[in-house]
Every structure is written in C-alpha cells, then in structure tokens.
C-alpha cells in the first residue's frame, strides 16, 4: 500500500467553539463509497486536521468520506460537503516468464514460450482486474540463428519472421531439412507499458531421414543357359540413391532384400 500524510491542510478551520478551548476534540469519519474494507489498511484524522492513511495494496479509486467533528461535551459538527482521497491508478507492465522450446526437424512450430503470462497487478487484486483482462500483444525478435545444417545459411525460413500469440505460443517457420539453434528474445506489450526483453532458445533436433532409390517396374532378362549365376548390373535395379539430406552424405547404404518367388512349372 502506499502511505500519505498531510501537511495539515487537508481539514482547516478546526475549533472547539467560541470559549471552549479547553474541550477535546475528535474526528469521526464514515465511509459513503463502495470500494470495500480493504481499500484503507489504515485512516487517521488527527484533531489538528492532519490525515494520514496507507491505502491497501493495488487498488484506486475515489474514497468518499463523511467528516465529523465532536467536542468532549458531545456537540457535533458536520460540514455541509464530504471529503474525497483520491487514489490514481498506475498502470504496472505486464510479465511473463520465458520457457525454452525444443522440436525436430521439418516440426511446425506452434508450442508454449511463454508461460505465467500477466496483465501486470496481481490477480488477487480485485480492484486492478480491469488491468489483468488488457489486451496483450508480444513482439518478437532473432539474436541469433546457427544452423548445424541446412540447405540455407539459416535454420528458420528465410524471409519468415517468428512470433508469439497473445497466449504465449510461438509460431515460426524451418527450412527443410535444417536443425541448430535459435535464439529470440520477447517482449510484452498491454499497449501503454511493456515488460522487458526476455531470452529463450528455440532448439531444432536432427532427424536421421531414410534414404531413398528408384525401382524399375520390370527388369527383363534372357534365359540363363549357363549353369552358373548371372549377374544383373546394379544400374538395371536401382538408381537415383540417396542416403537423405546433405547432412547425411557420409552415411554407409545397405540393400536388404526379400524373394517373393513365383510358382515355376516343371
């Protein structure tokens, strides 16, 4: 809560009554708003007119109060006009916590980077609720993109630009085929104040693509007259091999076969 006291100007004009200085006098003070019990933690109006007060944590708003002066012989004066404190509003700026995301190789990328994500008061600050309902927007930007691979110089799709929803989830675009690590950093925005830039990692994991080859529908050939094997050129069965991406050109091809042999009549 914040803490006030005055200077003494707040109530002037304070007396006892023609001749009656020696009468005690006190302040009563009633309540005519509806901001609730806990808007002051406490409220003091010293005889002298001085008022000091702490306000309860996160709320604002107009307290309306009704100021009564009352002798020791009990003689009451009300004033024909109530006291207002005011209590401005601040607007705090929104956070959220960031959350490092980890996906494989040629993945969307729609997962949660933000987490804890807040308007800015307290959720239990049932006056500053208004605050927690703000509409949130984040902004989002590359420090560093270091591919370990891919067919370009970046992990991320050239040309694309990642970015987060209201919800914390961060959208961004791979390049085929690439893994390595981004690095983002994100900010939060309620449209009048913004949290500060936040880190986290965008971690692509390599897949070990299978390779592939090219099959002929038939393959053709003469009878085999000699009693010993005959040989088909490899370039007859399969061509166009690949072990995968550029990455896994130094992978060793093995060729496993299975016979699915026709009836052959005697």
Same mark, same amino acid.
């Given at each position: 809560?914040?803490?006030y006291?005055?200077?003494?100007?707040?109530?002037?004009?304070?007396?006892?009554?023609?001749?009656?200085?020696?009468?005690e006098?006190?302040?009563?003070?009633?309540?005519?708003?509806?901001?609730?019990?806990?808007?002051?933690?406490?409220?003091?109006?010293?005889?002298?007119?001085?008022?000091?007060?702490?306000t309860?944590?996160?709320?604002?708003?107009?307290?309306?109060l009704?100021?009564?002066?009352?002798?020791?012989?009990g003689?009451?004066?009300?004033?024909?006009?109530?006291?207002?404190?005011?209590?401005?509003?601040?607007?705090?700026?929104?956070?959220?916590?960031?959350?490092?995301?980890a996906?494989?190789?040629?993945d969307?990328?729609?997962?949660?980077?933000?987490?804890?994500?807040?308007g800015?008061?307290?959720?239990?600050?049932?006056?500053?609720?208004?605050?927690q309902?703000?509409?949130?927007?984040?902004?989002?930007?590359?420090?560093?993109?270091?591919?370990?691979?891919? &067919?370009?110089?970046? *992990?991320?799709?050239p @040309? #694309?630009?990642?970015n987060?929803?209201e919800? +914390?989830?961060? $959208? !961004?675009?791979?390049?085929?085929?690439?893994?390595?690590?981004?690095?983002?950093?994100a900010?939060?925005?309620?449209g009048?104040?913004?949290?500060?830039?936040?880190?986290?990692?965008?971690?692509?994991?390599?897949?070990?693509?299978?390779p592939?080859?090219?099959?002929?529908?038939?393959?053709?050939?003469?009878?085999?007259?000699?009693?010993?094997?005959?040989?088909? &050129?490899?370039?007859? *069965?399969a061509?166009? @091999? #690949?072990?995968g991406?550029?990455?896994?050109? +130094?992978?060793? $091809? !093995?060729?496993?076969?299975?016979?699915?042999l026709?009836?052959v009549?005697?």
């Amino acid at each position: 809560g914040v803490p006030y006291r005055s200077d003494g100007t707040d109530v002037w004009g304070v007396s006892a009554g023609p001749g009656e200085p020696e009468q005690e006098l006190t302040f009563e003070v009633a309540r005519l708003d509806s901001l609730g019990d806990n808007f002051f933690v406490n409220f003091t109006l010293l005889p002298n007119g001085t008022l000091t007060l702490t306000t309860g944590d996160f709320v604002h708003g107009d307290a309306v109060l009704n100021v009564t002066l009352r002798d020791s012989e009990g003689a009451a004066f009300t004033p024909g006009n109530t006291l207002t404190v005011r209590v401005l509003r601040t607007n705090y700026p929104p956070s959220f916590t960031p959350a490092d995301v980890a996906v494989l190789e040629d993945d969307a990328v729609n997962h949660l980077a933000a987490v804890d994500i807040s308007g800015g008061a307290p959720l239990s600050a049932a006056v500053a609720h208004e605050q927690q309902s703000a509409s949130l927007s984040f902004e989002v930007q590359v420090l560093s993109d270091t591919p370990a691979w891919s &067919p370009y110089t970046t *992990v991320l799709l050239p @040309l #694309s630009a990642p970015n987060m929803t209201e919800g +914390g989830y961060l $959208l !961004a675009s791979l390049s085929p085929g690439a893994h390595g690590v981004v690095q983002l950093r994100a900010r939060l925005s309620d449209g009048a104040t913004t949290s500060a830039w936040e880190t986290f990692t965008l971690t692509v994991l390599s897949v070990d693509d299978p390779p592939t080859f090219t099959l002929p529908p038939t393959i053709s050939l003469a009878e085999c007259a000699s009693p010993a094997p005959c040989a088909v &050129p490899a370039a007859a *069965v399969a061509s166009a @091999l #690949s072990p995968g991406p550029g990455d896994e050109a +130094g992978q060793s $091809l !093995a060729f496993s076969v299975s016979l699915s042999l026709p009836r052959v009549p005697s």
